[in-house]
C-alpha cells in the first residue's frame, strides 16, 4: 500500500509550514502530494507552488471542482500542471454538491453523472491533441451551440507532455462510485471505512463490468483520505478529529441533501448523523462536535500509539484501498513532527 500525504484546503489562510512539510514527505518517502478546494483557497496554485521543491513525488488534487471551470480550462490546467512536473500529476475531479455549486458557483445542480460523463471525454479530447475539439453533449457544446456564429473547433496550441493524463473521481454515493470504475483510473474516498468495504467493492465490480470500461481492477487506484494521529491517548487524538466530521456531516450539505452524511449513516450512525446535523445548522458547533462517538472517528480515522495503527493498516490493506492519504488534522498540514511519527509507524 502506497502512502501519500494530503494538504486540503486552506483554512483563513496558507499553513506556514507546508513547504517545509512536502519536502520533508518527500524526503521521508511519501508517494504523492495532494491539494483541494471548497470554497476558499483553489487547489492548483498551491500544488504547483509548492509542488514545484518536489524531485519523485506525484502532484495530485483531491479533489478540484467541476463548476469552478469549464472542461477546457480544467484540461489546460492539468496539461500545464503536468508538464511542470514532469508528467507526475493526478487530476482529481468531483462534482462537489448543490450547496456549494448552488451557493458559492451560483449554478444549478443538475444530474451531476452524466455532466461529469462529459467533462471527463472532453478533457480527455483536448489532451489527446488529435484533432480539433468537438463536442455537443447535454451540458456541454463545443464550439457553443447559442454563439454569434464565428466559433470554430480548436485543438491546443500547447503539445501535451503525456496524452493521457490519469484522471481519478471523488465519489461517495453508489452510482458515483461505479461511474468512477467505468471511466476514471482511480477512485478518492473522502471518508471511507474497512467496514463498508463490501458495499464499494460491490460498486467498483458495477463500474468495472460495464461495456467499455477504462481500467480493470488491478489497474485501477483508490486513494483514500485518511486523517490520522499517532498518540499515546486515542480520545484526545479524537478530539482533534471530532470538529472535522462534524463539520462534514453536520455542515457541508443541506438537511435534505448532505452526500457525507450519508456515508456514516450508510455505515450505521444514521441516529448520530441526525442529531450531529440538528445542533450544527442550529448554531451549536460545540454541541455537535461533542456528539461524535469516539468510535465513529475510529471507524474513518487512524489514530493511536505506532502498534495500533500499523495493525489497522494491515486492517485497511485488505480492502479496495490501495494508497492511504494521510489527511493531517486539522484540514491543512503543519506538523512535520507529527509527519515523521506516521512515517516511523507506516514506512
Known amino acids: 500500500m502506497k502512502i501519500g500525504y494530503h494538504l486540503g484546503y486552506w483554512a483563513a489562510g496558507p499553513p506556514p509550514d507546508a513547504l517545509e512539510t512536502v519536502r520533508e514527505a518527500e524526503r521521508l518517502g511519501f508517494d504523492s502530494v495532494w491539494t483541494a478546494e471548497a470554497y476558499g483557497s483553489d487547489a492548483l496554485t498551491p500544488l504547483a507552488w509548492w509542488g514545484a521543491s518536489t524531485e519523485r513525488m506525484r502532484w495530485g488534487t483531491n479533489l478540484v471542482q467541476l463548476s469552478a471551470r469549464t472542461p477546457t480550462a480544467m484540461a489546460m490546467a492539468a496539461m500545464t500542471l503536468d508538464h511542470l512536473s514532469g508528467g507526475r500529476f493526478v487530476l482529481g475531479l468531483g462534482a462537489s454538491g448543490p450547496q456549494v455549486v448552488e451557493g458559492w458557483y451560483g449554478l444549478p445542480y443538475p444530474r451531476p453523472l452524466a455532466r461529469t460523463r462529459e467533462y471527463i471525454q472532453i478533457i480527455r479530447d483536448i489532451v489527446a491533441r488529435e484533432k480539433p475539439v468537438r463536442f455537443d453533449g447535454e451540458f456541454y457544446s463545443l464550439p457553443s451551440r447559442s454563439g454569434e456564429g464565428p466559433g470554430k473547433p480548436l485543438r491546443s496550441t500547447l503539445h501535451p507532455h503525456r496524452r493521457d493524463i490519469p484522471i481519478y473521481l471523488g465519489a461517495e454515493g453508489p452510482k458515483n462510485v461505479a461511474l468512477a470504475a467505468e471511466i476514471a483510473d482511480g477512485w478518492l474516498p473522502l471518508f471511507f471505512s474497512p467496514k463498508a468495504d463490501g458495499f464499494y467493492r460491490a460498486a467498483l465490480k458495477e463500474g468495472f463490468g460495464r461495456p467499455g470500461a477504462r481500467c480493470a481492477a488491478e489497474d485501477f487506484e483508490v486513494a483514500a ?123
Open 225 to 347: 483520505s485518511v486523517p490520522m494521529i499517532v498518540a499515546d491517548d486515542i480520545e484526545s487524538a479524537a478530539d482533534r478529529v471530532r470538529p472535522l466530521l462534524a463539520l462534514y456531516i453536520g455542515g457541508m450539505g443541506a438537511r435534505s441533501a448532505n452526500f457525507h452524511s450519508d456515508v456514516f449513516a450508510r455505515m450505521g450512525w444514521e441516529s448520530v448523523c441526525a442529531k450531529v446535523q440538528r445542533l450544527y445548522l442550529e448554531g451549536r458547533k460545540s454541541d455537535a462536535i461533542a456528539a461524535i462517538p469516539t468510535e465513529l472517528v475510529c471507524d474513518v480515522a487512524l489514530i493511536g500509539p505506532p502498534a495500533r495503527l500499523r495493525a489497522e493498516v494491515q486492517r485497511w490493506s485488505e480492502t479496495v484501498v490501495t494508497t492511504l492519504l494521510v489527511q493531517s488534522v486539522p484540514l491543512a498540514g503543519r506538523d512535520r513532527e507529527g509527519l515523521r511519527a506516521i512515517a516511523e509507524a507506516l514506512l
